[in-house]
């Protein structure tokens, strides 16, 4: 296991059609993010697992947007009823959590690029 | 609540001189500060990390920062850039003990022959 790894690296849907994309983190690493950069913008947060629980989401989370890591390993996240606008690259870093609470370096996969059409 | 902002969205310099790239803070607690490169087509990654060690950090490929707690600033300098230094660069804030990693919007940097 040399790094976080996102599958697919690409996906065009039609818009109103469902997607899933998996993310496979570092084998160690307990803390998984979730993150959303559309063209010309740093990365936004969309939601983060510690283990297998999810602890935080954005506002950017809407209804249509889920995300699971049901093992603690591995996560997916899914879009339903995609739309125009969710057309971005989504990207997965994980990240073990240091001793006293102090942040370690977060490791980012290469993304999946969606384009909704 | 943390934000970033990075002062200029483009820098271009000429190869062999020095890059400046800026980066102001808003956090409510002691931060810890990140700056992330992404070349076209390949993930981010770490050029280095603040985390309330030494205030002059240095990175990968002759990259340095300096944390001043007094400007919330933790500008990304190096002293002579080269070719491969085009890309996107990204100041990222993080709590001690935290989860949420918040970015700047991007500096791209050019470099000229």
């Known amino acids: 296991d040399t790094g976080v790894s996102q599958d697919p690296r690409h996906k065009i849907t039609k818009r109103g059609q469902n997607v899933t994309f998996r993310c496979d983190p570092i084998s160690e690493h307990n803390r998984l993010y979730w993150y959303r950069q559309t063209l010309g913008q740093g990365p936004e947060f969309l939601t983060y697992?510690?283990?297998?629980?999810?602890?935080?989401k954005s506002r950017l989370l809407s209804d249509r947007f889920s995300a699971e890591r049901p093992k603690g390993s591995f996560s997916t996240l899914e879009i339903q009823r995609t739309e125009q606008g969710d057309s971005a690259m989504y990207l997965c870093a994980s990240r073990l959590e240091g001793s006293r609470g102090l942040d370690t370096e977060a490791f980012f996969g290469q993304g999946t690029r969606l384009t909704v059409v | 609540a943390q934000s970033v902002t990075q002062l200029d969205s483009h820098v271009s310099v000429s190869e062999g001189t020095p890059v400046l790239l800026r980066c102001n803070y808003s956090s409510s607690y002691s931060p810890s500060l990140f700056w992330y490169v992404q070349h076209p087509n390949k993930g981010l990654q770490l050029l280095l990390k603040?985390?309330?060690?030494?205030?002059l950090v240095k990175g990968i490929n002759g990259f340095e920062a300096e944390f001043k707690k007094s400007e919330t600033s933790f500008h990304l300098t190096k002293p002579s850039a080269h070719m491969s230094d085009a890309a996107e660069y990204f100041c990222?804030?993080?709590?001690?003990?935290?989860?949420?990693?918040?970015f700047g919007g991007g500096t791209r940097l050019m470099v000229k022959p």
């Open positions: 697992f510690q283990n297998e629980a999810q602890l935080e």
């Open positions: 990222v804030v993080s709590r001690n003990a935290g989860n949420m990693l918040t």
């Open positions: 603040y985390t309330s060690a030494a205030t």
